[in-house]
C-alpha cells in the first residue's frame, strides 16, 4: 500500500511539472506573438507615415509587403454566445483600404498598397489631414471601404490610430464608439473634398442579424455580413475573432465560377451548382501548399496538384487553384492533410494579392453552396 501511495504521489509530482512547462510553454508563445505583432505594428506606422511619391512613381510606390489591415475569416458556423459578445453590420460594396492623414494630407491605400482614388492626397478634417496653424501635425489611421463608383465617400470601419492616439491595443467596442464620437464632433460627413462616415454595427442578436441581413438582401453591391467580437484588438492579418458571412442572397460576390479569368460572383442560383471554385494558397520551400492561417494549414502538396500544363511553383509564390470536390475538402478538415485530388493549379494568383485563402474560406464553398440563407439562425 505504500509503496502505490509513493508510486502515486510520484505520478502526480510528474504531472504537474509536465503540466507546469506546458504552460510555460504556452506563456512564451504568448509573449513572442505579442512581440512580433507589435512589431509588425511598428513597421506598418513607419510605412504609412512616409510621404508618398509623386508623379509617375506613385502607381508603382509599393509601401510595404504585408497588409496593415485584419481580415476575417469565413464563418462556417455561428461562434458561441454570438447574440452577446458579437457585432454585426452590412457590408457594403467597395475594397478595404487603409486611410492615413498625416503631414497635411490625406491617402488611400488598398490592400496591395495601390492608390485607388484619382488625383493622390487630399485635405480632409481628419487630424493630420490638413495643414494646421500651430505647425504640429498628428496622424490617423483608419479602417475603411472605398467603392470606385462613390470616390467621394469613405465608410470608416475601424480607427488603429487617431491623432497620434494609438488604439491597437484597445477593444473593438472601445474603438467603434470612439470612432463615430470623433467622426461627428469633426463634422466628417460634411462636404469636404471626401465625406467620412461610420459604417454601422449593432450586438449581433437575432433580431439585429436578421435586419441587416435583409439590409444587405436589399443593397445594391452588398457583400455580405461583417461579425466583430466587441473585445478584440486591433490584429494585423487574419483572426478568428472577426468573421464574414456571404451567400447568394446577400453578396454579389461570395463565389468565383464560370471563366477562371471572372473576379466577381454572381445572384444567379445556378451559381450554386457550379463545381469550379477556386482559391489561392502559398507554395513553400518544401513544395507546400499553405493557407494564410496561424499557424498555417498544410492543404496538399504542389507536385500532387500538378500536371503537364500546369505552371513551375516556386518558393513563396502565390498560386490559384480549381477546387474540384469541396464536398470532401470540408470533411477533411480535421484531416492533417487534405486529399490531394480535390484541387488542380488554374494559374498563378494575381500579382496584386499579397497573402493566400485562410482555411476557412477553402472549406467555405460547401457550406453555403448547400445551406444558403441565414440557416445558422435557425
Known sequence: MQGTTEHGRGSRFK?????????ENRRATVLKRQQESRQNI????????????????????RPWRRPP??????????????????????????????????????TIRTRSGRYPRKGGPFTSCLPGGFESEGGKVGTTVLDCIFNPSEPNVLRAIDVMVWNDHMLYDCDF??????????????GADRDYPVKLTAVEF??????AVTESYEYAKSLPGADGLL??????????????????????NCSEYFLEGGQENESQGSRSEEMLDVPHLYTVLL????????????PPVVVSRAE????????????GELLRFRVLNTAQLCNVHESEVSEVAQLRIAGKASPVRTLPDSWSRVCVHPWTSSHGDLHFLD
Open 202 to 207: 449593432s450586438t449581433a442578436t437575432y433580431e
Open 173 to 186: 467596442q472601445f474603438r467603434y464608439f470612439w470612432l463615430r464620437g470623433r467622426l461627428v464632433e469633426i
Open 42 to 61: 511598428n513597421e506598418a506606422l513607419r510605412c504609412l507615415q512616409k510621404p508618398p511619391p509623386q508623379g509617375r512613381q506613385l502607381s508603382k510606390f
Open 227 to 248: 461579425f466583430y467580437h466587441w473585445q478584440v484588438h486591433y490584429v494585423l492579418g487574419t483572426t478568428p475573432l472577426i468573421l464574414q458571412w456571404k451567400d447568394a
Open 304 to 315: 500532387a496538384v500538378s500536371t503537364d500544363r500546369s505552371p513551375a511553383a516556386s518558393e
Open 283 to 294: 507554395c513553400d520551400s518544401e513544395g507546400m501548399l499553405l493557407t494564410s492561417d496561424v
Open 15 to 23: 504531472s504537474r511539472g509536465y503540466l507546469s512547462d506546458a504552460a
Open 69 to 106: 489591415l485584419s481580415s476575417p475569416e469565413w464563418m462556417n458556423y455561428p461562434p458561441a454566445r454570438l447574440g452577446s459578445e458579437w457585432a454585426v453590420a452590412a457590408k457594403c460594396e467597395g475594397k478595404r483600404c487603409v486611410v492615413v492623414a498625416a503631414h497635411g494630407a490625406t
